[in-house]
Each structure stands twice: as C-alpha cells, then as structure tokens.
C-alpha cells in the first residue's frame, strides 16, 4: 500500500522551529522528488519546497526561503522539511507529496499525497 506520512507538526511560539517528517511506505521514494505544500482555512494551497529525489537541488516560496530548509535521507525513505524563525503567517496545515518530475512546481505533477500536519504558530 503505497503511503506517505507527515509528522512533526503541533504549536509552536513566534519565531520557533519544528522538523517535519514525510516518512513513505511501499515505495521507494528515492525515486521521486518530493514537494511540501500547505494550505490554511480560506487560503489556496501554495508550494512551499520541492527537493529532487538525490536532494542535490532544492527550490523553495520567496515567503520562507532562509528559513525553511528542505533536506533527505533516502536510505529511511523519509523526507525532512525544516522549520525556522517561524511566523503567524505560517500557520497552515503542512502536505508531502511524491512526484516523478525532476523538480515539481505544480501540485498537478504529483503522485502521492500525505494527509497533513498542523503548524500554528502563535504571535
């Protein structure tokens, strides 16, 4: 059964950090890039990282470039999309997802979907 699934998320003060995780089961997600998006109540859902399945490249939202950091360890089929400096503004319930494209863009282009992880963040 093919899976990906989010964790880290909760609340966090104003200028905090959380590590998100995308762990995936059955298959290797070494073989996809994998975007995080997010979306809040009211809001459309936005890209905020993709990383290319060897992780050597990486993109990012202008909103949370220096501040997020999207990385991976392939040998645990997992993903991590570091928090920092974290805002109000960021409050969102944060998505992984799996794509065969070299560096997603486009929620479109992607396969597999997580159920979500909530960050809020309090000023």
């Known amino acids: 059964q093919v899976q990906l699934v989010e964790s880290g998320g909760g609340l966090v003060q104003s200028g905090g950090s959380l590590r998100l995780s995308c762990a995936a089961s059955?298959?290797?997600?070494?073989?996809?890039?994998v975007g995080w998006f997010r979306q809040d109540p009211g809001k459309e859902r936005e890209a905020v990282s993709c990383i290319t399945s060897s992780g050597g490249r990486t993109n990012y939202l202008d909103s949370v470039k220096g501040r997020f950091t999207a990385s991976r360890d392939n040998a645990k089929n997992t993903v991590y999309l570091q928090l920092s400096s974290l805002k109000p503004e960021d409050t969102a319930v944060y998505y992984c997802a799996a794509s065969t494209y070299y560096l997603a863009a486009r929620g479109v282009e992607y396969d597999y979907w997580g159920q979500g992880t909530q960050v809020t963040v309090s000023s």
């Open positions: 059955g298959f290797i997600l070494a073989d996809y890039a």
